[in-house]
């Protein structure tokens, strides 16, 4: 019984440090950018076309 408590408790805190690893990326803007991902495909890129 007490693997189980044991158990809940590291879940609980890894749950939290995900959850704390949320709040920070959406607080320093890693979400901002909605407009570049959706035309990127657009883009010439030639810097993988080397023969």
């Known amino acids: ?12 805190v890894i749950a939290v440090g995900f959850l704390a690893a949320f709040i920070w990326s ?8 909605k407009y570049t991902p959706s035309i990127r495909i657009l883009f010439d890129d030639n810097k993988n076309n080397t023969l």
């Open 1 to 12: 019984m007490a693997v189980i408590v044991v158990l809940i408790g590291c879940s609980f």
């Open 26 to 33: 959406v607080k320093s803007g890693q979400y901002e950018d």
